[in-house]
């Protein structure tokens, strides 16, 4: 009978872990976004890419900076069929008081019980501070006029690392990136050439 149950575990742990390999289906999922909207990543199939983006809270400057970034390249990403979808740890009340860039196109989805970042396995072990973190907190400063305050949009868990999915129409994750810190968003610009790659 343990021989049984241990056989189960480790092939739930596989299962888990083939899930978020390059080339496996996207674990699906169906939540509310900030503005009560429901999404269902599988309704995305055959229609269009998906790029998961899995921040931390809403007044993380590392955070606000990534999504700046994003929305500035928002046209480029547009032309390759994208959906984008940006996972916060920050509860919807804390979002709404949030003010995005001007003609923000992308949708914001609360999950303070981090029941999406389980999910992809986006743990909170690696929000370790490292030289990357220092140097994007200089790189903030350029960001500050861009920068929007949020109420108790500092309140989350600091130790939670960004990470992001890019998933293809046929709803298999194409690539993915895992911070090692805190900080560690990777390059919009690479995130674009990879979504060029993607079928349309």
Same mark, same amino acid.
């Given at each position: 009978?343990?021989?049984?149950?241990?056989?189960?575990?480790? /092939?739930?742990?596989?299962?888990?872990?083939?899930?978020?390999?390059? !080339?496996?289906?996207? *674990? @699906? $999922?169906?939540?509310? @976004?900030?503005?009560? #909207? +429901? /999404?269902?990543?599988?309704?995305?199939?055959?229609?269009?890419?998906?790029?998961?983006?899995?921040? &931390?809270?809403? !007044?993380?400057?590392?955070?606000?900076?990534?999504?700046?970034? /994003?929305?500035?390249? &928002?046209?480029?990403?547009?032309?390759?069929?994208?959906?984008?979808?940006?996972?916060?740890?920050?509860?919807?009340?804390?979002?709404?008081?949030?003010?995005?860039?001007?003609? $923000?196109? $992308?949708?914001?989805?609360?999950?303070?019980? &981090? #029941?999406?970042?389980? /999910?992809?396995?986006?743990?909170?072990?690696?929000?370790?501070?490292?030289?990357?973190? $220092?140097?994007?907190?200089?790189?903030?400063?350029?960001?500050?006029? &861009?920068?929007?305050?949020? @109420?108790? !949009?500092? +309140?989350?868990?600091?130790?939670? *690392?960004?990470?992001?999915?890019?998933?293809?129409?046929?709803?298999?994750?194409?690539?993915?990136?895992?911070?090692?810190?805190?900080?560690?968003?990777?390059?919009?610009?690479?995130?674009?050439?990879?979504? #060029? #790659?993607? *079928?349309?």
């Amino acid at each position: 009978m343990k021989k049984a149950i241990l056989a189960t575990v480790i /092939l739930m742990l596989a299962g888990s872990a083939l899930a978020l390999a390059i !080339g496996a289906p996207a *674990p @699906d $999922f169906k939540v509310t @976004d900030w503005k009560g #909207k +429901e /999404l269902k990543l599988s309704e995305n199939i055959g229609k269009q890419n998906v790029l998961l983006v899995f921040s &931390r809270y809403i !007044g993380c400057s590392y955070c606000q900076m990534f999504i700046i970034d /994003l929305h500035n390249k &928002r046209e480029e990403i547009a032309a390759t069929n994208t959906k984008v979808l940006i996972v916060n740890l920050s509860p919807k009340e804390t979002l709404d008081k949030y003010e995005p860039p001007k003609d $923000f196109s $992308f949708d914001l989805i609360p999950d303070p019980e &981090r #029941k999406l970042y389980e /999910l992809y396995g986006v743990k909170m072990d690696q929000g370790q501070v490292t030289g990357n973190v $220092f140097w994007q907190s200089l790189r903030f400063l350029t960001y500050l006029g &861009r920068y929007e305050y949020v @109420d108790k !949009g500092l +309140e989350g868990a600091h130790a939670q *690392p960004p990470a992001v999915f890019v998933i293809g129409k046929d709803g298999k994750i194409k690539n993915e990136h895992i911070g090692k810190d805190m900080a560690d968003n990777p390059k919009v610009d690479m995130i674009v050439a990879e979504l #060029k #790659k993607l *079928p349309k």
